[in-house]
């Protein structure tokens, strides 16, 4: 099994930044892709971003390009999501994720392990 821990998360204001981390432990070397889902009030779950463990490969939502980056350090078994220029529709709870299934994929549904959220409110 994988756990996954995130942190980071708050109150912010429009066009502010914020870094988010996931600490994974457990069997880690079986993840495959990690990922930042989130999920608004009312809405289904979506992909924000993802990033291959060898951290080649990467994917970005559309809404989000441009504004926030993925990265990873395996050394740390950590993925962070850097989150700049937010906006109220940025708000969401928070998931990351983790893929033991190839090839990288955005499905919410291939994604075997998920950490327990933070809420991001972004103010106007």
């Known amino acids: 099994q994988v756990q996954l821990v995130e942190s980071g998360g708050g109150l912010v204001q429009a066009g502010d930044s914020l870094r988010l981390s996931c600490a994974a432990s457990g069997r880690t070397f079986i993840i495959y892709t990690m990922g930042w889902f989130r999920q608004a009030p009312g809405k289904e779950r979506e992909i924000v971003a993802r990033?291959?463990?060898?951290?080649?490969?990467?994917y970005y939502a559309d809404s989000v390009k441009g504004r926030f980056t993925i990265s990873n350090d395996n050394a740390k078994n950590s993925v962070y999501l850097q989150m700049n220029s937010l906006r109220p529709e940025d708000t969401a709870v928070y998931y990351c994720a983790a893929s033991d299934l190839a090839p990288p994929t955005s499905r919410v549904d291939r994604y075997r392990y998920w950490g327990q959220g933070t809420r991001i409110t972004v103010s106007s």
């Open positions: 990033i291959t463990r060898r951290g080649n490969n990467t």
